[in-house]
């Protein structure tokens, strides 16, 4: 079955350290990837996506890309901020199943 | 103008009781889910539902019945509640877009205590 691993948290940096969060999968299909942030007390936000091999998904200064040669969704932002302190998921959607896959969450700290 | 609600957002009860907790989507999209997130922040699908027809029923106890009286609610019903019900339930909506593409947006969540 499908499957997705995310690195343990949690990950703790400085204010505008660089941040990645790595993240690799198993697919029977065709998945589509994403990465969902869940900030303290509050439900899932999709951060961003990507479809096919080769996209990078971007949002907020968070990019990923969809590796199909080495299975993996690494997130990544150049400065991370107090505010992106958070939960962050990987998730993918397979070929014929509409549900989401979950990571077991990262969880970033940030400190100022 | 809230996409995906859900209530209540907090739920303490005792063992053995029976409980509800509703989803309402205004996306307007035809598929919606319920997903357990347990105390460890792992998150897993439950049951999905398209045009009200029930598509993924994972291995879940039958004391957990969901039901969609139209495309744009999905209500979960949960009988006998245990210790181990407790947890954060999430609904999400999706609809397949133009290149088979699409996305699910999540509700708030709805904060389960068993006692």
């Known amino acids: 079955g499908d499957s997705v691993t995310q690195m343990e948290g949690p990950v703790t940096l400085s204010e505008e350290a660089f941040l990645t969060i790595n993240c690799t999968y198993t697919?029977?299909?065709?998945?589509?990837l994403f990465w969902y942030v869940q900030y303290p007390g509050e439900g899932l936000q999709l951060l961003l996506k990507?479809?096919?091999?080769?996209d990078k998904g971007s949002n907020k200064g968070f990019e990923a890309t969809y590796r199909k040669e080495t299975t993996s969704f690494h997130l990544e932002k150049g400065s991370v901020q107090v505010s992106d302190s958070a939960v962050y998921f990987c998730?993918?959607?397979?070929?014929?199943?509409?549900?989401?896959?979950f990571g077991s969450g990262t969880r970033l700290q940030v400190q100022p | 103008d809230t996409a995906v609600s859900q209530t209540p957002k907090y739920l303490v009860t005792q063992m053995g009781n029976d409980k509800s907790i509703k989803c309402e989507q205004n996306?307007?999209?035809?598929?919606m889910y319920w997903y357990k997130q347990d105390s460890k922040k792992f998150l897993k699908i439950m049951f999905s539902?398209?045009?009200?027809?029930?598509?993924i029923n994972e291995t879940v106890p039958n004391r957990f019945s969901p039901k969609s009286p139209d495309k744009a609610h999905l209500n979960l019903h949960i009988n006998s509640l245990e210790l181990g019900d407790s947890a954060v339930y999430f609904c999400?909506?999706?609809?397949?877009?133009?290149?088979?593409?699409?996305?699910?947006?999540f509700g708030p969540g709805t904060r389960l205590l068993v006692l």
């Open positions: 998730a993918l959607t397979d070929t014929g199943r509409r549900a989401l896959t």
């Open positions: 999400a909506s999706s609809q397949v877009s133009t290149g088979g593409i699409e996305t699910q947006y």
């Open positions: 539902y398209n045009n009200k027809e029930l598509i």
């Open positions: 996306l307007g999209h035809d598929t």
């Open positions: 990507a479809t096919k091999a080769d």
């Open positions: 697919a029977t299909g065709y998945p589509s």
